[in-house]
C-alpha cells in the first residue's frame, strides 16, 4: 500500500510540476499546459495506472505563478493532492470532475495550511 501511495503520489507530483513549468517558464496558457502533460501521460504504457493521477496533478499545476513562488509549494501541493488521491479512488467512481476537485482542493488547503502557519 505504501508503495502503491509513492507511485501516485510520484505521478502526481510530475504532472503538477510539468504543467506549471510549462505555463510559468514556457508561456504556455495553463489549459494547453495541463492538457499536454495529461496527453503524453496518456500516450505513455504504464503497468499501473497512473496517468489519472499525472492528469489531476496538471490541474493543480494550472495555480497562478504568483500564487506559487517556489517549487517546495509545488511539493506540498502535489503532496495533499496525491493522499487526497489515494483516499478518494473508489469514492465517485464514473462521476465527473472528481480530479479537477482534488486539484482544487489541494491547492486551497495548502495556502489555508500556509497562511495559518505564517
Do not use: D
Not at 499545476?61 to 487526497?84: D, F, K, P, Q, R
Amino acid at each position: 500500500m505504501r508503495i502503491q501511495f509513492l507511485y501516485k503520489f510520484g505521478a502526481f507530483f510530475l504532472g503538477c510540476l510539468f504543467c506549471f513549468l510549462l505555463h510559468s517558464q514556457l508561456g504556455w496558457s495553463p489549459v494547453l499546459a495541463s492538457a499536454s502533460v495529461g496527453l503524453i501521460a496518456g500516450l505513455i504504457p504504464m503497468r499501473m495506472t497512473l496517468q489519472a493521477a499525472v492528469y489531476s496533478g496538471s490541474f493543480a499545476g494550472m495555480c497562478s505563478s504568483e500564487l506559487v513562488t517556489n517549487y517546495w509549494e509545488i511539493l506540498g501541493i502535489s503532496l495533499i493532492g496525491a493522499i487526497l488521491y489515494f483516499y478518494t479512488l473508489r469514492i465517485f467512481q464514473g462521476f465527473g470532475g472528481k480530479l479537477g476537485t482534488i486539484a482544487f482542493v489541494s491547492v486551497a488547503l495548502f495556502f489555508f495550511i500556509k497562511g495559518s502557519i505564517i
